[in-house]
């Protein structure tokens, strides 16, 4: 008796315990949705698309005047059949579910991306109204009979009408974003692992009778051990090497639409390479000269010129010593006014900014949860931090939602204490697909689990959005939901170096603690007048338009060549508005003949291989420029078609029919 | 045939030596190869069916063997040496057992077995080399095999 008594006061005191230290959970209505859509068939023609989104109240007091609004389903693609999207219910109390359901009917053939529903309510204590939002839904295609010509004017005139804003919290889903999975015919698998496989077995065969060469020849290095351990170089002396030619290749002008390639031939059959005195004129489609500032601009090369005989090229020092010029301030507010945030501190080297800056933002206890296409440098500063890695599958926010999930309910590896800090890393633009990041979604699942999110824009800054603010101004969201907004200036601005846009608390934390900042040179004072000045130009304080016409220009550019390469039956990846345009090689053979081909016809473009992309997945990658004009793209779609119709890469075909079915898959509102 | 197509989702695996294992085609393609050998096999030495089918598990049994639970590493020097204790088989996956990728390549080797003996008639000494090797084989893709050094056969220094 004595002990079950004893026993009972343990529990409760356990239970005042625990629930005190969910006491900020447990005082307040937690309301969690979850939304379902499915498809019915009525008959072999009519489909509906049942929606059902069930609304809970998960924390310990009532919510008052809930509603619920899913404004995702457009009225001209979507018609209303049963049931309203918006429902009220006057409260709802702890613990209690409510339903609500409704039917549509589509007109278009589309892919609905799942957009979350919005469910406001009121808690009595807090004064403004409460937000969440119901979980995501996977793609669904839906089908319909009608006619694919007249949908597809529907569709584009949907594209550009649709507004793309997004306010504070209100989840509006974009038209801008059209993202597919990569679709492989089933006969180029089959033969790509063949290919691949045939060159494995050369190569070990290779490798058995060096080996047995190499036993009878004496070694002058008896005794070392050696450099490379087991089979570490077999893929670069092997493979990587039979197609050297396609890659490194040297340049003797600058990278403007228009370049000089240099020739190199080999004696070796490829083991080596010389350069010969042979200069190629070739149209450029491989470098980042987004807005065209590679090459001399009437506007920046002038002041550029000028700081260099004021600066001199080098600072010779670090930031902290005597390496901050006014030209460096000057860089650091225009970047963060440009940015939309309230400070920002700016280092020497794009890699550098990525790699520095994570191990000082989070260490041994944190978790960092990063996109499984992300880029080298965030893999080597997450590496480098100490901190747990995990990664979510690419732009997938259902997927980083339940990583989260499964990752906090399970806190730190082996102590299971909860995580001292959560940071999911994404990039705007992904500079091996082109495809656009879903932000809105991503920042609204890291707001629910009150993780911070730290934008990698690489290759947005400057190339997308209406004034050339990157991917959160094309997407519409606000630069304060973002925690942490990187960036580097090579890609648009013509320049060198990275940034790191944030709070003014975060970026002074940074100029004490960070290394790059306090160790590395500082930006050498010619390129920091070169951002300068194209910022300038971009935001048109220079007094011209030429900004504007840049960003209109690499718009019409990117969106005009994707679509005329999908017309010809290319598969090219990435999303409208994306300046990087991959097209799908699959196969390693064709890496190099694609490569050669075009720069036969003087054309030089950027193949792509393991291992900078999944094994199966080899691509020649366009970067379009705001410096090439009509003409230039007319001349490189004509040399694009021609090999690709010699080395067998146009793998859809190539009817209008067809295309239109397949620019059909837009995301819808 | 040219009509069809597959797609290919992102994997979430970092490894990039294992993670075209999780593609669409693969397994089509490892059970075609396996027959085209036995076709080549057949037509080079001109022997019975049955002795070209144990031609071609024994020399899976080698060339599996070797590549998938002998040689350590990842080809390439990116991923900086993670990887430099483990063998192909215990890459996979990241390491989790039992997934359906390591149940389809351990029933490979068994139906192999059952097809080379089958057609062999049972006979010796035939049936003895085709046990061994399956034997070895599916000893070596258990679950409680995962990181086991037999012996300290194959451990690092």
Known sequence: ?669 | MANLYVQAMQPTDLNRNTEWFTYPGVWTTYILILFFSWLVVLSVFGCSPGMAWTIVHLSHFAVTYQFFHWKKGTPFAEDQGVYNRLTWWEQIDNGKQLTRNRKFLLVVPVVLYLIASHTTDYQHPMLFLNTLAVFILVVAKFPHMHKVRIFGINADQ
């Not at chain 1, 090459?295 to 001199?312: G, H, M, N, Q, W």
């Not at chain 1, 006014?326 to 020497?348: C, I, M, N, Y």
């Open chain 1, 1 to 669: 008796m004595e002990n079950a008594f004893r026993s009972g006061i343990l529990a409760v005191l356990a239970l005042i315990f625990i629930s005190s230290s969910f006491a900020n959970a447990s005082d307040s209505p937690f309301i969690v949705a979850h939304k379902r859509v499915a498809l019915k068939k009525l008959n072999p023609i009519v489909e509906r698309i049942s929606v059902s989104i069930d609304v809970y109240n998960r924390g310990s007091a009532t919510a008052y005047d809930v509603t619920l609004a899913d404004d995702s389903w457009a009225q001209d693609v979507f018609d209303s059949v049963i049931g309203n999207t918006s429902m009220s219910w006057g409260r709802l109390d702890a613990g209690s579910l409510v339903s609500h359901s409704f039917e549509f009917e589509s007109k278009v053939k589309t892919v609905y991306y799942g957009a979350p529903a919005l469910i406001t309510y009121r808690v009595p204590t807090k004064s403004g109204l409460q937000e969440a939002y119901s979980t995501p839904t996977l793609p669904l295609k839906i089908l319909s009979d009608s006619d694919t010509g007249k949908k597809i004017e529907k569709l584009k005139r949907l594209q550009s009408s649709a507004p793309p804003a997004f306010h504070h919290h209100r989840n509006q889903t974009l038209t801008a974003v059209r993202s597919k999975m990569i679709t492989i015919p089933y006969l180029t698998a089959l033969t790509t692992y063949f290919s691949y496989g045939l060159l494995f077995v050369f190569g070990q065969l290779r490798d058995f009778f060096r080996r047995i060469i190499d036993l009878w020849s004496h070694s002058s290095l008896q005794g070392y051990a050696p450099i490379c351990l087991g089979l570490e170089d077999f893929y670069i002396r092997r493979l990587y090497l039979r197609i050297q030619d396609c890659f490194n290749r040297p340049i003797s002008s600058p990278p403007d639409a228009w370049f000089d390639v240099v020739e190199r031939v080999s004696k070796d059959n490829n083991k080596t390479l010389q350069r010969t005195k042979n200069v190629s004129r070739c149209l450029n489609l491989g470098s980042y000269n987004y807005l065209g500032f590679a090459a001399a601009d009437e506007y920046c090369t002038p002041r550029v010129i000028e700081s260099l005989k004021r600066f001199s090229p080098s600072t010779c020092s670090s930031r902290v010593d005597g390496g901050t010029t006014t030209l460096h301030t000057e860089l650091e507010e225009r970047v963060a006014s440009f940015v939309g945030k309230p400070a920002a501190v700016v280092f020497g080297m794009g890699y550098v900014t990525n790699s520095a800056i994570l191990p000082v933002l989070i260490g041994k206890g944190g978790l960092i949860i990063s996109d499984s296409l992300n880029h080298n440098s965030i893999v080597n500063g997450a590496r480098g931090s100490g901190a747990t890695v995990r990664v979510f599958q690419h732009n997938t926010p259902s997927h980083l939602e339940k990583v989260l999930r499964e990752q906090i309910a399970d806190g730190q590896p082996r102590t299971h204490r909860p995580w001292k800090k959560i940071i999911i890393v994404v990039e705007g633009i992904y500079s091996m697909e082109g495809e656009l990041c879903k932000l809105p979604e991503i920042v609204a699942v890291c707001k629910k689990y009150k993780a911070y999110v730290y934008l990698d824009e690489a290759h947005s800054i400057g190339a997308v959005g209406k004034t050339g603010r990157g991917v959160c101004e094309l997407l519409g969201v606000d630069t304060a939901e973002v925690d942490v907004m990187m960036g580097t200036f090579t890609k648009s601005f013509g320049s060198c170096g990275g940034y790191i846009a944030g709070s003014k608390e975060l970026i002074q934390y940074l100029k004490y603690t960070c290394p790059a900042h306090l160790y590395a040179t500082s930006v050498s004072p010619p390129a920091a007048q070169q951002i300068i000045s194209s910022i300038k130009v971009i935001l048109g304080e220079d007094g011209s338009s030429r900004g504007a016409q840049k960003l209109a220009g690499i718009r019409e550019n990117s969106n005009f060549f994707r679509s005329e390469l999908q017309k010809m039956g290319f598969e090219v990846l990435g999303d409208n508005d994306s300046p990087v345009m991959p097209i799908m090689l699959y196969n390693p053979s064709k890496i190099p003949a694609f490569s050669r081909e075009c720069l036969k016809r003087n054309v030089a473009v950027v193949t792509v291989a393991f291992p900078a992309t999944p094994l199966l997945l080899a691509r020649a990658r366009i970067c379009i420029s705001a410096a090439h004009t009509r003409k230039d793209l007319i001349k490189a779609l004509e040399v694009i078609s021609s090999v690709g119709d010699l080395v067998g890469v146009k793998y859809f075909p190539a009817e209008p029919n067809k295309q239109q079915l397949e620019e059909g898959r837009v995301k819808m509102e």
